[in-house]
Nanobody, 127 residues
């Protein structure tokens, strides 16, 4: 059974940083691309970032480019999202997801392309 668990969320002031982590078990971690999504209250879930199975290709939403960095450690079955220069509009529940493919591809933020999802970790950025 595949389990995906996020951690690292919290409350931070605008301009601050947080690092989210996600561990996935019950699968061969480095066979799959991985992604981060977020959902703010009253808004649709949106793609934040995606990383290929070996970490050699990454994709970002325009809203986070230059501020967020996705990475992975396949020896630890762990995905990361380093978030810098946080803004109040980054406040959301952040979800980790296992993609069905090894690469993210152009349609990387398409929900049906992801097979397994975590329960989310809350990030709140105060102004």
């Amino acid at each position: 059974q595949v389990q995906v668990v996020e951690s690292g969320g919290g409350l931070v002031q605008a301009g601050g940083s947080l690092r989210l982590s996600c561990t996935a078990s019950g699968l061969t971690f480095d066979d799959y691309a991985m992604g981060w999504f977020r959902q703010a209250p009253g808004k649709d879930r949106e793609g934040v970032s995606c990383i290929s199975r070996r970490g050699d290709y990454t994709y970002y939403a325009d809203s986070v480019k230059g501020r967020f960095t996705i990475s992975r450690d396949n020896t630890k079955n762990t995905l990361y999202l380093q978030m810098n220069s946080l803004k109040p509009e980054d406040t959301a529940m952040y979800y980790c997801a296992v993609r069905k493919t090894t690469y993210c591809l152009a349609s990387w933020s398409s929900f049906p392309s992801f097979a397994h999802w975590g329960q989310g970790t809350q990030v709140t950025v105060s102004s």
